[in-house]
């Protein structure tokens, strides 16, 4: 699954290199966005390297946090696990 993008400049005042990044998500067919800080460029030369030579997705975005870095690995944002699991204990 290639991700696709859209750039995002942020509103904090100062330029922070953003870009959103939309993934469809396997579980339910939607398209999930989440801003990724950092440029597009960067991004694509590390995906690459992630998907294609097989380092692990921590050491290639070490400065992501672990939802965003399972976004860009499953396409799935942190409301849907969210869903995901609470439902599974709501049903227990």
Not at 72 to 83: A, M, N, S, V
Request: hydrophobic share 35%; with cysteine; net charge negative.
């Amino acid at each position: 699954m290639e991700p696709s993008w859209a750039p995002w400049s942020g509103c904090s005042g100062r330029h922070i290199p953003m870009f959103r990044l939309k993934m469809i998500s396997p579980l339910n067919g939607v398209t999930y966005e989440m801003d990724i800080p950092m440029e597009k460029k960067e991004f694509d030369r590390r995906f690459i390297k992630w998907r294609d030579e097989g380092t692990l997705l921590q050491d290639e975005f070490p400065e992501l946090d672990s939802e965003t870095r399972e976004f860009i690995l499953t396409g799935i944002p942190p409301e849907e696990w969210d869903r995901i699991f609470l439902d599974k204990v709501e049903s227990d």
